[in-house]
């Protein structure tokens, strides 16, 4: 079998456009844009939700592991990319509870929230 067209590897593509595209379209709707390093980062979180999905855990549970992962790899995105690269891509340094100004809890909350429709379509996804 050629590894290039394995289902794991489909799957993954699958999930990180369906995802990158959900990120990218959420950002616009709630702030009017978003940036090309935004899809990647929502690509990548989505395929690590699906396998967060599969565990035996309560659903609150995984949602709760979800936004806190979503708030982690927003956070590394936005040590690299706001203050590594200075690409100035969000500043949440005037929101309660910031950290750097690349997390804050509003947002974590927010993920935890949108984590319980994005494991249903990952459940129908499969």
């Known amino acids: 079998m050629n590894p290039i ?3 794991k590897i489909k799957r993954f593509f699958l999930l990180f456009f369906i995802g990158g595209a959900l990120y990218g379209l959420i950002e616009i709707l709630w702030r009017g844009y978003t940036h090309p390093s935004m899809p990647v980062l929502g690509g990548l979180c989505f395929f690590w939700l699906d396998k967060l999905r599969r565990c035996p855990e309560p ?11 979503i708030t982690l790899a927003e956070g590394c995105a936005g040590l690299f990319l706001n203050r590594l690269l200075g690409l100035s891509v969000w500043d949440y340094s005037r929101m309660p509870g910031n950290i750097l100004g690349q997390i804050c809890p509003f947002y974590s909350i927010c993920w935890y929230f949108l984590c319980y429709p994005a494991f249903w379509l990952l459940k129908k996804l499969e």
């Open 5 to 7: 067209l394995s289902p």
């Open 59 to 69: 659903l609150c549970l995984r949602c709760i592991k979800g936004a806190l992962l």
